[in-house]
């Protein structure tokens, strides 16, 4: 098994949170680790209801199924 806790910072799922998609409870979660706001983040989302969560918490998304693979890298690669 492959472990990746070293790789990130902040893993949450729905375990972490009371109300799921659409409700925007676990983005706001992130955002408030982090201590960022919301204008300042940009989330990649593949679904109606991570959309409709994103919307609510005023979260710019991307929706990543418009997307290939190489396509989202090369977009990855120009925010950081």
């Not at 659409?22 to 209801?49: Q, R, T, V, Y």
């Not at 609510?56 to 690669?77: G, S």
């Amino acid at each position: 098994m492959i472990s990746l806790d070293r790789a990130f910072d902040l893993v949450l799922s729905n375990e972490s949170i009371e109300n799921a998609k659409p409700n925007p409870e676990i983005f706001l979660k992130a955002l408030d680790f982090f201590n960022i706001s919301s204008e300042d983040a940009l989330i990649f989302e593949d679904s109606m209801a991570g959309f409709n969560a994103a919307h609510k918490a005023n979260i710019d998304y991307i929706d990543i199924n418009e997307f290939t693979l190489t396509q989202l890298a090369e977009i990855f690669k120009k925010i950081i």
